[in-house]
Nanobody, 129 residues
Framework: EVRLVEGGGGTVQAGGSLRLSCTASGLSFDDSDSEMAWYRQAPGKECDLVGSISKDGKSSYHNSGQGRFIISRDNAENTIYLQMNGVKPEDTAVYYC?????????????????????WGQGSQVTVSL
C-alpha cells in the first residue's frame, strides 16, 4: 500500500521561500512508472496541478508557479520536494503530493477525492503580506 507524507508547510511572507517534502512508502522510486506530482487547492478552488517529476528527475510545470517553483526528487530517500521561491499571496493553498502517472492539469472537487492517484494528507502553505 502506498503512503505519502508531506511536510514543510507553514506561513511565509510574500517574496519568501519554503520547501515542501513528500516521503513515500510502498512505492519504488526506481520503477519506470514512478512519476510523481504536486497539486494544490485553495478554498473554493479546483485541485490544480503544480507540476510533476519523472523517474530521472526531469520536472515540468503546469501553473503560474513556473519560474518560481522547483520540483526535485531523491530516489534513495523516496522523497520528492517542492521548492517555492518568491511566493505570492495567491500561492496560499493546501499542497498535496500524488503518485501514479497520467496526471491531469486539474480535478473538480477535493484533490483527495480523485481515485486516479494516491495522495498525501496535504500541507498548508499560507503566504502573508
Amino acid at each position: 500500500e502506498v503512503r505519502l507524507v508531506e511536510g514543510g508547510g507553514g506561513t511565509v511572507q510574500a517574496g519568501g521561500s519554503l520547501r515542501l517534502s513528500c516521503t513515500a512508502s510502498g512505492l519504488s522510486f526506481d520503477d519506470s512508472d514512478s512519476e510523481m506530482a504536486w497539486y494544490r487547492q485553495a478554498p473554493g478552488k479546483e485541485c490544480d496541478l503544480v507540476g510533476s517529476i519523472s523517474k530521472d528527475g526531469k520536472s515540468s510545470y503546469h501553473n503560474s508557479g513556473q519560474g518560481r517553483f522547483i520540483i526535485s526528487r531523491d530516489n534513495a530517500e523516496n522523497t520528492i520536494y517542492l521548492q517555492m521561491n518568491g511566493v505570492k499571496p495567491e500561492d496560499t493553498a493546501v499542497y498535496y503530493c500524488a503518485a501514479k502517472p497520467h496526471f491531469s492539469p486539474r480535478y473538480a472537487g477535493r484533490c483527495t477525492d480523485s481515485v486516479f492517484h494516491d495522495w498525501g494528507q496535504g500541507s498548508q502553505v499560507t503566504v502573508s503580506l
